[in-house]
Nanobody
């Protein structure tokens, strides 16, 4: 069993930055891929970024490529999502996901989820 707790969301102006954190506890942190997804009001949950168990491989949605960066700190059992050049369309509840056997963009591949942290970008 893997437990996830997200933090770092908030209100920011367009063009600003935020860093989301996902603290992981439970099963060995280094044995699975992790990801970030988001869901805006009235929309389906969508993939944002994912990172392999070793941290060397990453995937990004086209909409966030070169603006968002996912990293993982093995010593702290934490995954981060650095979000730069934020846009109003980035406004959503952001969810950390874990326990995928491989690097994936599909939410069905991740077996553990956090409660989410709200990110609001004002224009």
């Amino acid at each position: 069993q893997v437990q996830l707790v997200e933090s770092g969301g908030g209100l920011v102006q367009a063009g600003g930055s935020l860093r989301l954190s996902c603290a992981v506890s439970g099963r060995t942190f280094n044995s699975y891929a992790m990801g970030w997804f988001r869901q805006a009001p009235g929309k389906e949950r969508e993939f944002v970024a994912s990172i392999g168990w070793g941290g060397g491989r990453t995937l990004y949605a086209d909409s966030v490529k070169n603006r968002f960066f996912i990293t993982r700190d093995k010593a702290k059992n934490t995954v981060y999502l650095q979000m730069n050049s934020l846009k109003p369309e980035d406004t959503a509840n952001y969810y950390c996901a874990a326990d995928s056997a491989y690097l994936s963009v599909y939410d069905r591949d991740f077996r553990s989820w956090g409660q989410g942290t709200q990110v609001t970008v004002s224009s």
